[in-house]
């Protein structure tokens, strides 16, 4: 059974830091890449930060650039969110997500999605 679970949501006061974690299970984490979305009340889920399987590369979107740092621990199967500086506009529901692949019986690369529940972020004072 495939699970993603986040934890650290919380709420901070502007300026303050938090730090996500995603504990996943149930498939091949080493091979996956791992992404947080965020979706605020009344938007759309949008992409916060990626990372590939390794942890050699990393992308974020603009609005948290050098203030966000995505990482990993393949070791123990998390995925982590490293948020400074947070602003009001930060607040949203956090998601972690994860692309993975594998080769079916015919020599297909198959393509798989998994998400977790969502923590709650809330940045006001």
């Known amino acids: 059974q495939v699970q993603l679970v986040e934890s650290g949501g919380g709420l901070v006061q502007p300026g303050g830091s938090l730090m996500l974690s995603c504990v996943a299970s149930?498939?091949?984490?080493?091979?996956?890449?791992m992404k947080w979305y965020r979706q605020a009340l009344g938007k759309e889920r949008e992409l916060v930060a990626d990372?590939?399987?390794?942890?050699?590369?990393?992308n974020y979107a603009e609005s948290v650039k050098g203030r966000f740092t995505i990482s990993r621990d393949n070791a123990k199967n998390t995925v982590y969110l490293q948020m400074n500086s947070l602003k009001p506009e930060d607040t949203a529901v956090y998601y972690c997500?994860?692309?993975?692949?594998?080769?079916?019986?015919?020599?297909?690369?198959?393509?798989?999605?998994?998400w977790g529940q969502g923590t709650q972020v809330t940045v006001a004072s």
């Open positions: 997500n994860a692309v993975t692949w594998y080769i079916d019986d015919y020599g297909r690369s198959r393509r798989f999605e998994y």
């Open positions: 149930g498939f091949t984490f080493s091979n996956s890449v």
């Open positions: 990372i590939t399987s390794a942890g050699g590369s990393t």
